[in-house]
């Protein structure tokens, strides 16, 4: 049984989410706590197999214990509770940053928080959180990593230029993923001659601040693909939240398309579809990444579209994951033509779809 301990200000929510997870037999609460001073106090003089953390709370909030965290090198798994609101969405992207491993959001009444959507959220995130390595405590990508990593793309780079073909890269990745895609992305150059699309696992809202902060942190362009979005070599499309992603061709075009079906491996939007999509698309070769996550999503996706096109698989090696699933099951069905060390997942891309 894992020992949680739980940090919200609030009684009630303390109260739901301490029985949500004393429902589960996998879980114990060992310990409250009401604030980041009292959370910390905690820290430091027991262990714990993850906590749930609030962000905004009284004496010391979520991130600020985050960071004292880090600055006395105390690792412990640590889940949010986030809200969905725009500033929400920079605040768990910063508890990211700082070391957290993954979020739920809470949701805007007590009632919805009994819920069992709510509730099988939760307890699937936690699960995720207490099975991931302990977090490391490091920027993803300082100025200095970009500086020494541009000389690597120009290296790259120029035996890239001889790439030829028309091709495209579809990524896949959920828990630890917002972190590790920092170390990918703005490693990518501006003339890559592919588009790159990613399915991460994330809700609604949340999708758009992931875009905006890589697109700050990167030379090449990144967006959050917008319904109808004509796909363009040298840039990066972040599926929206809460939808699943699709590539259609017309016109001799490829442009992105929403669809609203339920859930599938648990999550939405789901890669599956996006390699599905591909199929009968007319590119020479579509280049699939599958980055740290829990669960399996992208190898049934992916298996399938093995059948049709011509594919160049690369699946980030297991010591680099937050959480080894969705690799390990590339590598365990046979698809991984390559598995390699996160901060060299950027130049095996440039080096299979080549520069302008």
Request: net charge neutral; charged share 25%; with cysteine.
């Amino acid at each position: 049984m894992k020992n949680i301990l739980v940090v919200d200000d609030s009684a009630l929510m303390r109260r739901v989410i301490c029985d949500i997870i004393d429902s589960d037999e996998r879980f114990h609460v060992q310990e409250r706590a009401t604030n980041g001073l009292e959370a910390l106090e905690l820290l430091s003089k027991n262990t714990y197999d993850a906590v749930l953390l609030d962000v905004n709370m009284p004496r010391m909030n979520g991130l600020e214990l985050l960071k004292e965290l880090q600055k006395r090198k105390i690792a412990v798994r640590i889940m949010m509770v986030s809200t969905d609101t725009s500033e929400g969405a920079k605040t768990t992207l910063d508890a990211l940053e700082l070391g957290a491993l993954d979020f739920v959001q809470k949701p805007g009444s007590a009632m919805d928080c009994r819920s069992d959507e709510f509730k099988e959220k939760l307890l699937t995130t936690l699960s995720a959180v207490v099975n991931s390595r302990m977090p490391v405590f490091e920027k993803s990508f300082t100025r200095e990593k970009f500086e020494t990593s541009r000389k690597v793309v120009e290296l790259v780079s120029r035996k890239a230029s001889a790439v030829t073909g028309s091709k495209i890269v579809a990524l896949a990745s959920s828990t630890g993923g917002p972190k590790a895609l920092q170390s990918v992305v703005p490693r990518l150059p501006a003339n890559l001659k592919a588009p790159v699309v990613i399915v991460q696992h994330m809700p609604p809202g949340f999708t758009a601040s992931l875009a905006e902060r890589l697109n700050s942190l990167s030379e090449i362009h990144v967006k959050e693909a917008a319904e109808g979005d004509v796909l363009q070599a040298g840039w990066v499309y972040i599926a929206m939240g809460g939808k699943h992603l699709n590539i259609v061709s017309s016109g001799g075009k490829y442009s992105i398309h929403y669809s609203d079906e339920p859930s599938r491996e648990g999550v939405k939007p789901c890669a599956n579809y996006m390699y599905e999509s591909l199929e009968n698309s007319q590119y020479d070769q579509v280049v699939c990444v599958v980055m740290t996550g829990m669960g399996a999503d992208g190898t049934k996706g992916i298996l399938s579209l093995k059948r049709k096109k011509k594919l160049y698989v690369i699946a980030q090696e297991a010591s680099t994951c937050a959480v080894y699933g969705m690799p390990k099951s590339i590598v365990n069905a046979n698809l991984a033509d390559q598995v390699v060390p996160l901060d060299q997942i950027a130049q095996e891309i440039i080096m299979n779809v080549g520069v302008n």
